[in-house]
């Protein structure tokens, strides 16, 4: 996955939408965005596209001197709380409690704020449950499981860390251990350890965080504890885009639980926008 040239409005779109959660003051989203366009002539086109978004939305935090994701990262956490007991008894009580713990998490990850304003979370949810995904690994997936001893689940967004408690509380009935990742610092809406600790995940599993503010999973950027446990974990479960982005491993068996949120992503795999995909590296 590389940066294509369908990615430079996208970075600038991204770009907006953090200043417009970061602060109201319309001079200095101008002020700071116009500073950004020199990162964005920048952006590497030999690398995935989250290479570059790294880079940006750490200077559009350090412009701000605040994280602009924070507000609505508690906000998606409790949102989500809510819909914890009914989609838990959901999955609890349904056929193939793996199955629909599985297409909840798939769910979850339309709460994505990096990329959109608004997100239709019910709606979301029932095509996850009712329809087929457009890449379904399930099978592989279902034995991965039941064969492995532990499981390392990289996280992805805040809101949607509470859909995966549901798939690692499942996942853990069946007597395995999940190592959960969140993110050494804030980048964008993705989880930290204090978003796993508002959505009750810290008394659930294993909690470590992989020392990065990087979009996705970068491993050159992660810290020597987390590559130690990266590289001695046999099954990973990767939670969102950008980490199947960023995450390519041909000597492990990786799970990419995700949905297709950009037209180029999308072209790269033969499928339309919006696609729900578990797939097998």
């Known amino acids: 996955m590389k940066v294509h040239l369908d990615c430079f409005p996208c970075f600038l779109k991204q770009s907006l939408i953090a200043l417009r959660y970061g602060t109201k003051d319309k001079d200095l989203q101008e002020k700071i965005l116009k500073d950004l366009l020199e990162d964005v002539q920048m952006a590497d086109t030999s690398r995935a596209p989250a290479y570059a978004t790294t880079f940006i939305h750490k200077k559009i935090?350090?412009?701000?001197?605040?994280?602009?994701?924070?507000?609505?990262?508690?906000?998606?956490?409790?949102?989500?709380?809510?819909?914890?007991?009914?989609?838990?008894?959901?999955?609890l009580e349904s056929e193939d409690p793996?199955?629909?713990?599985?297409?909840?998490?798939?769910?979850?990850?339309?709460?994505?704020?990096?990329?959109?304003?608004?997100?239709?979370?019910?709606?979301?949810?029932?095509?996850?449950?009712?329809?087929?995904?457009?890449?379904?690994?399930y099978g592989s997936f279902r034995t991965a499981i039941y064969e492995a001893e532990e499981i390392l689940y990289l996280l992805d967004n805040a809101g949607e860390i509470v859909f995966d408690r549901i798939l690692i509380e499942t996942i853990q009935s069946n007597n395995k251990?999940?190592?959960?990742?969140?993110?050494?610092?804030?980048?964008?809406?993705?989880?930290?350890?204090?978003?796993?600790?508002?959505?009750?995940?810290?008394?659930?599993?294993?909690?470590?965080?992989n020392g990065s503010d990087a979009v996705g999973t970068i491993i050159e950027w992660t810290s020597h504890e987390f590559q130690k446990k990266y590289r001695g974990s046999p099954l990973v479960i990767s939670k969102g885009q950008a980490n199947f982005e960023t995450l390519r491993d041909p000597e492990k068996t990786i799970f990419y639980l995700f949905q297709s949120k950009c037209e180029v992503i999308s072209k790269e795999l033969g499928l339309s926008l919006g696609s729900m995909i578990l797939k097998k590296s």
């Open 98 to 137: 793996l199955w629909t713990a599985t297409r909840l998490a798939i769910a979850g990850n339309v709460i994505d704020f990096g990329i959109f304003t608004s997100v239709d979370i019910e709606g979301t949810i029932k095509r996850a449950l009712n329809n087929p995904l457009s890449v379904d690994d």
């Open 61 to 91: 935090r350090e412009s701000l001197k605040k994280d602009p994701f924070s507000d609505i990262k508690s906000e998606y956490n409790q949102i989500a709380l809510k819909l914890y007991p009914y989609l838990m008894k959901k999955a």
């Open 177 to 209: 251990k999940v190592v959960a990742v969140v993110k050494g610092s804030a980048v964008i809406n993705d989880c930290t350890m204090e978003d796993a600790r508002e959505a009750g995940l810290t008394g659930v599993c294993e909690i470590i965080d």
